[in-house]
């Protein structure tokens, strides 16, 4: 189990009442468990319409199952941003 950051922008932090929380775990898809665990509500459902950087490599469409968490890493978690 990896310990390290989860950091959330715009519409993700404002629904988590923090700019940046630790994790520990495994996989992508256990930190997020647990980050729905800590935020019941809005967080849930801003977090269906993110995407993600991990170590800051896009996770995509890959599995957050298969997504492999590392010791001290970062986990960033991006909504969808206006304008272009």
Do not use: N
């Not at 929380?21 to 996989?27: D, G, K």
């Not at 849930?44 to 993110?50: A, E, N, P």
């Not at 993600?52 to 010791?71: A, C």
């Amino acid at each position: 189990m990896a310990a390290g950051t989860i950091r959330y922008w715009a519409a993700a932090k404002a629904a988590a009442g923090t700019g940046e929380e630790p994790y520990r775990a495994a996989t992508l898809a256990q930190a997020l468990d647990a980050v729905r665990e800590r935020h019941p509500g809005e967080l849930t459902r801003v977090l269906m319409r993110c995407s993600f950087l991990v170590d800051e490599t896009p996770v995509g469409t890959r599995s957050h199952d298969s997504v492999r968490l590392s010791e001290g890493g970062t986990v960033e978690v991006l909504p969808p941003f206006a304008g272009g």
